[in-house]
């Protein structure tokens, strides 16, 4: 029987193929802590879950293709809290952010062509890379210097006849990177010298510690036409099972392409939208005391991953992710290791796996992604875990 080259070369998510030995381990009793995927223990707010229980309708239909007006409104209100000028028809509403992942990567590149994108880099980038046969065309990044972006003329030398876009995701996912204004400036400069496309990920962008502000590529009025913003409630709202991201762009040939995109695929789904809908019109209020949560999260997380001889990373500045080098070789070996030999009071953590975060054959080897999304006693009884789990594999393993 034949499998497609696609279905052969789509690279199995190093997040979730992990959950086997992880099923294993709890079945023999052990609780896990998952570090290893960003899924929030921040409880959804209220309204979204009334949402789903108010819903009455007799039937559930279908609706546009685009999403409901209202929603995209909504989404467009909500950026003009940014000082972002956005109308309801600059919003394509999408199931969740992944699709418009794949949205965009098919909208700016035919098979072949090439997306420039710094690595590490969200793993299921990969994926839809895949989906779309296009290549990723990576700008290696460094640890040691918390993933800052390299000077333009780095970034310009990956530049070929086949590039069509440089994305951007910021605040970071896996690295907590916020890029600051200089480093985003150098990169629009560059989108508009070759006449690229800029794809932006910036599902975090509440998620912002130290005092620091996010700023969207969205602001840029010289590059609007070539700007594609990629976005969702998963992190925002805590709602990640909801699945409702969106599009947003202000050149009406790409809507219209992403619009016969979306067409095919029939609508986003109508209970989830409503829910959506309640969580923006919850206002910005909403977001202060969760992002001051998870900076309490991050300090707690780093503080300890910096108490552990042979840890390497920088403090994040955003989301809720940081990659760090631990003392080991080889990093899914000791993932793994950890759900199937190691147990601290019946006990053990699971993080993700450096080298799916990479493109570049050979990198993240001795890397992990790290989320803390759980509180902070979780956080405090994990790392206490992850240290003794390390000194014990070192023992072993060298």
């Excluded at 990640?240 to 995109?261: D, H, M, P, S």
């Excluded at 309490?296 to 300890?304: E, I, P, S, T």
């Excluded at 001795?366 to 902070?376: F, G, P, Q, T, W």
Aim: glycine share 8%; proline share 7%; net charge neutral.
């Amino acid at each position: 029987m034949f499998i497609s080259r696609r279905a052969r070369d789509i690279q199995a998510s190093p997040i979730r193929k992990l959950k086997p030995y992880a099923d294993e381990a709890k079945k023999r009793g052990i609780h896990i802590f998952h570090l290893n995927i960003g899924d929030p223990d921040i409880a959804t707010p209220k309204a979204v879950i009334e949402a789903f229980h108010q819903y009455e309708g007799p039937i559930l239909g279908y609706g546009p293709s685009q999403g409901f007006e209202e929603l995209r409104q909504a989404i467009a209100d909500y950026f003009a809290d940014y000082n972002i000028k956005l109308t309801a028809d600059n919003v394509l509403i999408t199931i969740g952010g992944s699709e418009a992942i794949h949205f965009s990567f098919s909208v700016v590149a035919d098979p072949g062509d090439e997306i420039i994108i710094p690595e590490p880099f969200y793993t299921n980038y990969n994926g839809y890379a895949t989906f779309a046969e296009v290549k990723i065309v990576p700008l290696p990044l460094k640890v040691e210097d918390g993933f800052r972006l390299p000077p333009a003329d780095r970034l310009e030398s990956l530049i070929t006849p086949r590039t069509r876009a440089i994305l951007l995701c910021s605040p970071n996912n896996p690295t907590g990177t916020v890029y600051t204004e200089e480093e985003l400036r150098q990169v629009v400069e560059v989108v508009k010298k070759h006449n690229l496309f800029l794809i932006g990920d910036e599902v975090y962008k509440e998620f912002i510690y130290d005092g620091l502000k996010h700023k969207s590529i969205l602001e840029y009025p010289e590059i609007e036409d070539r700007v594609i913003v990629v976005d969702s409630i998963s992190k925002r709202f805590s709602s990640c099972g909801a699945r409702v991201g969106a599009i947003i762009t202000r050149n009406e040939e790409v809507y219209q392409a992403v619009l016969k995109f979306a067409q095919a695929r029939l609508c986003p789904p109508s209970v989830e939208q409503y829910a959506a809908l309640a969580a923006y019109r919850m206002g910005m209020g909403y977001f202060e005391p969760i992002r001051l949560e998870y900076q309490r999260r991050r300090d707690v997380l780093f503080g300890g991953l910096t108490s552990i001889p042979g840890v390497v990373l920088q403090k994040p500045q955003g989301a809720f992710y940081m990659i760090c080098r631990l003392p080991v070789k080889d990093s899914e070996h000791f993932v793994q290791w950890m759900l199937t030999d190691f147990s601290l009071n019946k006990k053990t953590v699971m993080v993700a796996p450096g080298p799916g975060f990479y493109a570049t054959p050979g990198r993240g080897l001795n890397e992990v992604r790290i989320a803390y999304v759980l509180k902070e006693e979780d956080l405090r009884e994990a790392i206490e875990i992850l240290r003794q789990g390390l000194e014990k594999y070192q023992k072993l393993f060298g």
